[in-house]
């Protein structure tokens, strides 16, 4: 990998300096749009951390298959009624964090 | 089982009882039985690795679950859709039961990358499958040495913590960008874990990294088991219970 610098104008407010890490390398190929705009999005960091701890556990009796999850964060569980045949646990665990 | 290259990092495995497709963003999948479900598996966000194409597949008969990292944007994904994902972070298991009457249980353990997103283990039909992502000893000459060493400190954390784990099929990265540091990932891994089926991937195109690889003599404790790869679309049809040949 290359560690990268990119300058970005928005809005023509401001000049972001932006470092996009990516590990693997993958920033000169094709995939560097997405890395890009994924990098955009964080910025304004959407709260998706907060849905995930909040997954809801939906049960149907309706189709032949349905998928269950399961999470230990019962208490922050919501129901539907929605014929989502996907059910899931979510056991969190401790989060490993990388010293870089 | 049988377990198709798709493309890049994309794998399809075909079990008894589901299917599953990791990082899918393009190419040619076989024919799958409608009557079993299908759990699409993204490690994370990067464009090599993840691909709104994966919605498509859930526009037919067939129930399709979608597992994602947590990096993904949900902000392009509808609220339909998002009926059908769990979004894991690393450090997370997590249970999908399914079936009749949930009588049928997937278990996803997910792992921190190096890169980005996270690492699948799933265990599911008295199987056990391990997708990598982008989790790997991103070693790279240029770096400065102390990144390169806290890449191998990172890389080691997680894989230590399946060391000794019995996996039958095992999608680790094997990169010749990264030259002559290529295959310390990989090697890492099959000296850890207990891998009965290795497929390399990430490859970008260059299949003559996996006989490189085969013809180090790092590899002879483990080269048996590592899938020749050629091609998109290559298929392998593992046995019901492979030997491990030392």
Redesign the interface.
């Known amino acids: 990998?290359?560690?990268t610098t990119k300058k970005l104008v928005l809005t023509g407010l401001a000049v972001l300096t932006m470092a996009a890490i990516?590990?693997?390398?993958?920033t000169k190929?094709?995939?560097?749009?997405?890395?890009t705009e994924?990098t955009t999005?964080a910025a304004t960091t959407?709260a998706?951390?907060t849905?995930?701890a909040t997954?809801e556990a939906?049960t149907t009796e309706e189709?032949?298959?349905?998928?269950?999850?399961?999470t230990e964060e019962a208490s922050a569980k919501e129901s539907?009624e929605?014929a989502?045949?996907?059910?899931?646990?979510?056991?969190?665990?401790?989060?490993?964090?990388?010293?870089? | 089982m049988k377990i198709t290259y798709v493309h890049h990092s994309a794998f399809l495995a075909d079990l008894w009882s589901a299917a599953l497709l990791f990082d899918y963003t393009q190419g040619r999948l076989p024919d799958l039985d409608t009557n079993k479900p299908l759990f699409v598996f993204a490690s994370h966000r990067h464009g090599d690795h993840y691909s709104d194409k994966i919605f498509d597949l859930g526009n037919g008969p067939r129930e399709v679950h979608y597992v994602l990292s947590d990096d993904i944007s949900r902000k392009k994904i509808g609220e339909e859709q998002s009926r059908h994902i769990s979004f894991v972070k690393p450090g997370e298991t997590l249970t999908l039961t399914y079936g009749t009457e949930g009588s049928l249980a997937l278990e996803i353990t997910t792992f921190k990358s190096t890169d980005e997103g996270v690492a699948f283990l799933i265990k599911v039909d008295g199987t056990v499958i391990y997708h990598a992502g982008d989790l790997n000893n991103w070693r790279w000459e240029g770096e400065p040495e102390e990144w390169n060493r806290n890449m191998a400190k990172n890389y080691s954390v997680e894989v230590d913590k399946l060391a000794g784990e019995k996996i039958d099929a095992a999608f680790l990265p094997l990169d010749p960008r990264q030259e002559e540091n290529f295959y310390l990932g990989f090697d890492e891994f099959m000296r850890k874990a207990e891998v009965v089926h290795a497929f390399p991937m990430h490859c970008w195109d260059d299949y003559s990294v996996i006989e490189r690889l085969k013809s180090m003599e790092v590899s002879i404790p483990y080269r048996d088991r590592i899938a020749m790869i050629e091609r998109d679309g290559e298929s392998f049809v593992l046995e019901q219970e492979p030997q491990i040949h030392e």
């Open positions: 990998m290359k560690l990516s590990a693997c390398g993958s190929t094709a995939e560097t749009t997405a890395a994924v999005e959407e998706v951390t849905e995930a997954t939906v189709s032949s298959e349905s998928v269950e999850e399961t539907s929605e989502s045949s996907v059910e899931a646990t979510t056991e969190a665990k401790e989060t490993t964090k990388a010293a870089n």
